[in-house]
């Protein structure tokens, strides 16, 4: 299982941090986090490797340069942190699983990469 939380309404341009808590060691999952607008397709945002597979980042260019992906492994969670944030920003965020394996390809944008599925938590930005 996996529990996404921080969503909430804020302004254009302001900033906002995601937090994706699996119930499981997250260093044992790529972690990807995608969004989905009303009335809109589920979209790719940002991912990450487990750490035995290096730790790569990836990014949608509707995203590249505001936001970042990374791991609290203390907290035992991969954070989203969203800057400059637009009102197309505004979507279901949706934290994703998938068990790293050293032998598999890792497909980051795509929704069948990943296996387990968080709740989702609303990001509104006004203008």
């Known amino acids: 299982q996996v529990e996404e939380s921080g969503g909430g309404w804020v302004q254009t341009g302001d900033s906002l941090r995601l937090s994706c808590a699996p119930s499981?060691?997250?260093?044992?999952?790529?972690v990807g986090w995608f969004r989905q607008a009303p009335g809109e397709g589920r979209e790719f945002v940002a991912a990450?490797?487990?750490?035995?597979?290096?730790?790569?980042?990836f990014y949608s260019d509707s995203v590249k340069g505001r936001f970042s992906i990374s791991r609290d492994t203390a907290k035992n969670t991969v954070n989203l942190l969203m800057g400059s944030l637009k009102p197309e920003d505004t979507a279901v965020y949706y934290c994703?699983?998938?068990?790293?394996?050293?032998?598999?390809?890792?497909?980051?944008?795509?929704?069948?990469?990943?296996?387990?599925w968080g709740q989702g938590t609303q990001v509104t930005v006004s203008f």
């Open positions: 994703a699983l998938d068990r790293f394996a050293g032998f598999k390809t890792f497909y980051p944008s795509s929704i069948a990469t990943y296996a387990t």
């Open positions: 499981d060691t997250a260093s044992r999952y790529n």
């Open positions: 990450t490797t487990a750490p035995g597979g290096g730790g790569q980042t």
